[in-house]
Every structure is written in C-alpha cells, then in structure tokens.
C-alpha cells in the first residue's frame, strides 16, 4: 500500500485542494479511482491569526505540532502543510516532529529550478511575504526573489484573509493580482510564485500575465509521488 499522507491544515480552501488534487491524480499512478490514505487535522484559523498577529512564531509551530501529534496518532507516514505562511515556524516544527515532512518552498524552490526560472515574484500574506521563508529556499537554488512593495503586499494580503479563505472569488481581485503580476514581469521576472495556498483558486497560466508556480498543487503531487514511491522502493 502506499505511505499515509497527514496533512496539517490551516485554512480550509488551501487544504481542501491539496486534498482533492492528491484524490484526483491518485489514479494516473495507482489505478482507477485509487490515492492513498489520507488524514487531515485542522484547528480554529482563528488561532494561527492570533499568533501571526504577534509575531509568536512558537506558537505557530505549537499548531502545527499538535496537529502533528494527532496525525501520527491516526497512523500517518508523513506531513504535508497547504499553508505558505506558517511554513515560518518549519525549523521550529521540524525538529521536534514525530513524523518527517515536506517543505513546500523546497518544493516550489525544486520546481522552479528543473522549468529554467531565474527571478521569480512571489505573492501571498504579508507575514509570508514578509518572511524568509521563499527567498531562503530560492537562494539554496540560486534563484532571485521580488517581493510586491508595501501597498502590494497589503492589498494581496487582504484580497486572501478577507476573501479567498472565505471562497469569495471577485473578479476586481483577480484584476488586482493580474496587475501585480504584470508588475514583476516589468521588473525581470520570469515566473510567479502563487504563495498562498488559495490563490490558485482565482489564477493560474490561463489568466496570469507570467508562468505560474502553483505551491497547493505542487505540494500535493510531490506527497503523492512520495507515497506511492516509498511503497514501490521496499
């Protein structure tokens, strides 16, 4: 059987397409209707917010380990997390998980790399984007990172906490990230990083004006691939 994907979830819309991409490709790899087992564990949003608000890193990672705990508790193999911005307390995480994970700027950072990118623009939170967390995993790669300026990085943000983690999908929002977008590509770039999980809901290559890097999806297929690639290596 393959391996025991646990998720730890943060935002609902994020998680649930993490879920139903590793549901819906499943089969390409192991058969009709097949994926493997999947747990997921989710706690108030509420509390992350609080956290992030504060700067509380630790509590962030306290979460996510609770999370954690609980999906090792349900006999999962390893961890996946759909959420970009709490991906900040990942050292802190790592090191007293009882299960191995994935780091999905390593992921993205991997992918980046293998398609030939070199500068890419990265949107997400204000705390993601604030962060280290994208332009430490691009640097280990030798990719540049352009983070939108602070009207940018405000008006993002707020599209994603007030709109896209509710599902509410405006097309002036979409019109907001398209020029944003357009931005970095007068700025070099040649890809952008959709560094929220939920941001692929409303953009994608169809509609952005630069190569999409898709963090949800991307994530999910490399948990999918090491599932079934773990299984296939015993």
Known sequence: ???????????????????????????????????PEISMHTPSLAGYVKCLDRGDVAGVGELMLASARKLAGAGADFLICP????????????????????????IVASEASARGYRRLGLT??????????????LSQHGLACVRPDTRGRDEISRIIMDELVYGVFKPGSVACFQSLIQGFREQG???????????????????SPLPTLDSTRLLARAALRKAVNSTEAR
């Open 1 to 35: 059987m393959p391996l025991h994907i646990g998720i730890v979830c943060c935002s609902a819309e994020g998680a649930a397409l993490c879920y139903r991409t590793i549901c819906a490709e499943g089969a390409a790899l192991l058969g009709p209707h097949a994926h």
């Open 83 to 106: 959420d970009n911005t709490i991906h900040q307390a990942f050292s802190y995480v790592e090191a007293r998980s009882p299960l191995p994970w994935l780091h999905i700027a390593e």
């Open 189 to 207: 770039c040649d890809a952008v990083i959709l560094g929220c999980t939920e941001i692929p809901l409303i953009l994608s290559d169809a509609n």
């Open 124 to 137: 997400g939170t204000r705390w993601l984007v604030d962060s280290e967390v994208y332009p430490e995993k």
